[in-house]
């Protein structure tokens, strides 16, 4: 799939996306808006659209460093514990400070999920039986003591409805003033492909890094950071996205290999488009009312994960 068809794609569906809603503007309105028009255009359509292009880019690329990292098709976000960690996070910092603000409980979150895919990675580590299934078997195990362990904080301090806000991702309450830690994701993905030909070295394993003379252990922090980091801004502002940090990187390899680099423009532009796709869908199949995307993008996620189980089963990958 070459780039300039996901990139029309990414336009077509971003300039769809800003004149979908319950609000009636049309594209011949631009030329004559009206101010109710341009406040919903400039509050919510056109903040909506960039949350949901850093969403899908930023949690795709993530999805595509812990798969390197890791030497695993099946790790993400989801199935790593990460994003149940960063809930907790957001928990705790609403339970010790009452008062924090949005940047506070991101920094709080990011320290959780921080640790929280560290145990994972010390988890790997100390198995033996490293099955391409058995892996992330293990990570959604790990992801439910988590949440458990959330819940159960919750109760205790009734606050399961705000900590239920965060188990659906949702787009129809991002509005401007409301969405903006997300762009903290953009310098990290920078960061990240500055790193990418490390990672890909890293991928390789701990003895061969060595032998090429380059830092593992630090590659991988700085992966995990990344993951972390990214995973902490998009929770807080959207919620949980599933599966999407698992499929798109598994989407790309199979037509563009498994050199991070050359994959990593490929990864965030099919990441964007897919979220796109899927909030449109959200949007328009009980029109005027709206689905949230963690439904349509399980559902399309899960069938699409399915078949690349399948497709493994087949081809013996």
């Given at each position: 799939m070459k780039i300039r068809y996901l990139v029309i794609a990414l336009v077509v569906?971003?300039?769809?996306?800003?004149?979908?809603?319950?609000?009636?503007?049309?594209?011949?309105?631009?030329?004559?808006?009206?101010?109710?028009?341009?406040?919903?255009?400039?509050?919510?359509?056109?903040?909506?659209?960039?949350?949901?292009?850093?969403?899908?880019?930023?949690?795709?690329i993530v999805g595509l460093i812990m798969q390197q990292l890791t030497r695993n098709k099946f790790v993400s976000p989801t199935t790593a514990g990460t994003l149940d960690a960063a809930r907790l996070g957001i928990l705790v910092s609403m339970m010790v400070f009452t008062a924090a603000s949005p940047l506070q409980k991101m920094l709080v979150s990011f320290v959780f999920a921080l640790?929280?895919?560290?145990?994972?990675?010390?988890?790997?580590?100390?198995?033996?039986?490293?099955?391409?299934?058995?892996?992330?078997?293990?990570?959604?195990?790990?992801?439910?003591?988590?949440?458990?362990?959330?819940?159960?904080?919750?109760?205790?301090?009734?606050?399961?409805?705000?900590?239920?806000?965060?188990?659906?991702?949702?787009?129809?309450?991002?509005?401007?003033?409301n969405y903006e830690l997300m762009f903290v994701s953009v310098p990290i993905l920078i960061l990240a492909y500055i790193y990418a030909d490390k990672f890909t070295i890293a991928g390789m394993g701990e003895d061969f890094s060595k032998n090429l003379g380059?830092?593992?252990?630090?590659?991988?922090?700085?992966?995990?950071?990344?993951?972390?980091?990214?995973?902490?801004?998009?929770?807080?502002?959207v919620?949980?996205?599933?599966?999407?940090g698992l499929i798109i990187p598994n989407i790309v390899t199979i037509y563009q290999g498994d050199h991070l680099k050359k994959s990593l423009l490929?990864?965030?532009?099919?990441?964007?488009?897919?979220?796109?796709?899927?909030?449109?869908?959200?949007?328009?199949?009980?029109?005027?009312?709206?689905?949230?995307?963690s439904l349509t993008v399980g559902v399309i996620g899960s069938g699409i994960f399915i078949y690349l189980?399948?497709?493994?089963?087949?081809?013996?990958?």
């Amino acid at each position: 799939m070459k780039i300039r068809y996901l990139v029309i794609a990414l336009v077509v569906f971003s300039f769809a996306s800003v004149f979908i809603g319950v609000s009636n503007v049309s594209p011949l309105d631009l030329f004559n808006l009206t101010e109710a028009q341009q406040q919903v255009l400039l509050v919510s359509r056109i903040p909506r659209l960039f949350s949901i292009i850093i969403a899908g880019m930023s949690m795709s690329i993530v999805g595509l460093i812990m798969q390197q990292l890791t030497r695993n098709k099946f790790v993400s976000p989801t199935t790593a514990g990460t994003l149940d960690a960063a809930r907790l996070g957001i928990l705790v910092s609403m339970m010790v400070f009452t008062a924090a603000s949005p940047l506070q409980k991101m920094l709080v979150s990011f320290v959780f999920a921080l640790l929280g895919t560290f145990i994972f990675m010390k988890i790997l580590e100390k198995i033996k039986f490293k099955d391409a299934i058995f892996i992330p078997l293990i990570g959604l195990m790990f992801g439910n003591i988590i949440g458990s362990i959330s819940t159960f904080f919750a109760y205790q301090n009734d606050l399961i409805q705000n900590m239920s806000s965060w188990m659906q991702g949702d787009f129809s309450m991002i509005m401007s003033g409301n969405y903006e830690l997300m762009f903290v994701s953009v310098p990290i993905l920078i960061l990240a492909y500055i790193y990418a030909d490390k990672f890909t070295i890293a991928g390789m394993g701990e003895d061969f890094s060595k032998n090429l003379g380059l830092n593992y252990r630090q590659v991988v922090n700085l992966g995990l950071i990344i993951s972390a980091l990214v995973t902490a801004s998009v929770v807080l502002s959207v919620g949980v996205i599933p599966f999407l940090g698992l499929i798109i990187p598994n989407i790309v390899t199979i037509y563009q290999g498994d050199h991070l680099k050359k994959s990593l423009l490929h990864t965030a532009l099919l990441g964007a488009v897919f979220v796109l796709f899927c909030d449109i869908i959200g949007r328009v199949i009980i029109y005027p009312y709206e689905i949230p995307i963690s439904l349509t993008v399980g559902v399309i996620g899960s069938g699409i994960f399915i078949y690349l189980l399948l497709r493994r089963k087949k081809y013996g990958l």
